[in-house]
């Protein structure tokens, strides 16, 4: 886990923020908010947690999309008053007791606390497992350009809300949560062999997605979901979506 922590300052920061990413940036006065930055036509550019720091916002994101980001955030800042600094703080993360000062990860209660500050590292989880346990996806594994955040479970994940006003790629978001039914997106599966995270899934002579994090005998997978049905294959073993 290598992770870049921005600072976003001004008065004008949250309506900023709040203009710009899927979820609603009130959330932060209960506690840490899981959100997106997506592109105009509603795809995945970048996902981050928000954390207030007193007046400022703390933007904690993959250290490899920090660049695009920043260079993003500054694109659509245009005469806001809100400035946008990279920092030296890293993440802590754990599952066990949270120390004094951590946020509790929105995205799922296994997930347990992060904590910013001098010092990075985890507590030795096993994040493979928990992230399969629950269908969670990885930045730069699941989550990736092109795709779309809705197949990537992210209502579910709390890092989406309909409720809220105009964001970028509010548009395409809402009309693939109230009008079209998901043909793909992420789904649980069961791995019978041996199969590593990138081999295509097949259902018979038709290709029906790609394994992706493997933990045991499980894993998550991109799937399209009017081929996944019974028994399936990614390379010499047998895949099927778990009850």
């Known amino acids: 886990m290598t992770r870049s922590i921005l600072r976003l300052t001004g008065p004008e920061t949250r309506d900023f923020l709040q203009g710009l990413v899927t979820n ?25 947690f928000l954390v207030a720091q007193g007046e400022a916002v703390l933007l904690d994101v993959e250290a490899t999309l920090a660049p695009g980001l920043l260079q993003r955030l500054k694109m659509y800042k245009l005469r806001a008053k809100v400035e946008i600094e990279e920092t030296d703080l890293q993440v802590k993360r754990g599952t066990g007791p949270a120390p004094e ?19 990075g590292g985890d507590d030795g989880s096993d994040w493979d ?27 579910r994940l709390h890092g ?12 395409v978001t809402a009309r693939m949560k109230h009008k079209t039914e998901l043909r ?58 778990a009850e």
């Open 129 to 155: 497992a928990i992230r399969v346990a629950h269908c969670i996806p990885e930045t730069g594994i699941e989550l990736t350009p092109e795709s779309y955040i809705l197949e990537n479970g992210f209502e």
């Open 184 to 241: 793909k997106g992420l789904a649980l599966v069961t791995v019978e062999g041996p199969a590593e995270p990138g081999t295509e899934i097949t259902a018979g002579e038709k290709v029906a997605g790609v394994l992706m994090t493997r933990s045991g005998d499980r894993a998550i997978a991109w799937l399209r979901f009017d081929r996944a049905e019974g028994e399936m294959r990614a390379g010499d073993a047998t895949v099927a979506k």
């Open 160 to 171: 989406v809300d309909f409720r809220k006003g105009c964001y970028v790629g509010q548009e």
């Open 24 to 48: 609603d940036i009130a959330g932060l006065d209960r506690g840490a908010v899981y959100a997106a930055l997506l592109t105009p036509q509603g795809k995945y550019l970048a996902d981050f």
């Open 101 to 119: 000062g951590a946020v509790a990860d929105p995205r799922h209660d296994a997930l347990g606390w992060r904590l910013y500050g001098a010092e």
